[in-house]
């Protein structure tokens, strides 16, 4: 999408720098990027906590009653 938008230089400047950029448009697609993925991780950090997860007690039974169902299917002819 081509868009024209007023940077001031030192900003742009700096984002050249810090992302190694090498044109203009390679540092404000660089830095949106960025952007975007910090956004991200904060958007999955504030889920933490709001998931429910089995506990290691109910993974385990599952586990040993997986188990027991695959001894049983080797025991049937």
């Known amino acids: 999408m081509k868009t024209t938008i007023d940077i001031p230089d030192a900003a742009l400047a700096d984002a050249m720098r810090f992302t190694g950029a090498k044109t203009k448009r390679e540092a404000v697609v660089k830095a949106l990027e960025s952007y975007n993925r910090q956004q ?3 958007d999955l950090v504030a ?3 709001t998931l429910e ?3 290691n007690d109910q993974i385990e039974a599952g586990d040993l009653e997986a188990i027991a169902l695959r001894q049983a299917a080797d025991r049937e002819p």
């Open 47 to 49: 889920s933490f906590g």
């Open 53 to 55: 997860f089995a506990s």
């Open 40 to 42: 991200r991780v904060q």
